[in-house]
């Protein structure tokens, strides 16, 4: 696939006994997890995210059910449908997401490199572009 | 309740958006997540776990669907539903874990202080039970 979406594909060990899906700092994960926090009981019409972060990693998995997610890095938006608990999204810093249409029984996992700090968010769209543009201004953008 | 497993509450934040349940590092956490895993797909007469660590902490969480999990600490044994998703059970080093009567929908949350090392499990009981005499006997036992 091609696009911005920093996929991350994380390894199933399945038997008899069922399946276990693994995520490891150095290996699948760029971070150790500080925080993690899942969502679910989310409706049919309702839509969450709709902010970035300045200096968080997040890795979106959906554990269970389906959820669409949106990634935008200020030039460019990317929609992928995560139906699959082997499918991990990365959103490193500066990435606006936002998740809609989930399953009924959909259970969203976020893995997220640092402790909640609300200094860390940005809230208005706007302000993320000028964040961008700003970063981006001082040679820090990759 | 009293015995020896060891329940974390897990603070959830609800509104007409779903749910939102987090565990954090210095808060609900005693350490950082090096590695999380997820177990699903478990039949109704399979039983997980049988094993003990040396030295990596977990803590289980069911966030979809329920699980029975048992915990000994070589003295003690105590049996818990796992039947939410804000209720958390912390497995300190040297707690021997089973886990079984997994509903078909269960998705159990596994967090690790630790990476992966094959040279941390102990899968043999009446290995565990030396090593905890052991370390006790060295006064490391708390």
Chains 1, 2 share one sequence.
Request: charged share 20%; with cysteine; proline share 5%.
């Amino acid at each position: 696939m091609t696009g911005i979406a920093q996929l991350i594909e994380l390894p199933e060990f399945a038997d008899a006994r069922g399946s276990l899906i693994v995520a490891e700092h150095g290996l699948q994960l760029p971070f150790a997890i500080e925080r993690v926090f899942f969502v679910s009981g989310v409706g049919p019409n309702d839509t969450r995210g709709m902010h970035a972060h300045h200096a968080c990693h997040q890795i979106l998995v959906c554990v269970h059910g389906s959820v669409t997610a949106r990634v935008d890095n200020g030039h460019e938006t990317q929609t992928v449908r995560l139906d699959r608990p082997t499918l991990g999204l990365h959103m490193p810093p500066l990435t606006w997401g936002t998740q809609w249409d989930y399953s009924a029984d959909a259970v969203l996992l976020v893995l997220n490199s640092m402790g909640y700090d609300p200094k860390d968010y940005i809230h208005d769209y706007d302000e993320f572009l000028e964040v961008v543009s700003a970063r981006e201004a001082a040679g820090e953008s990759s």
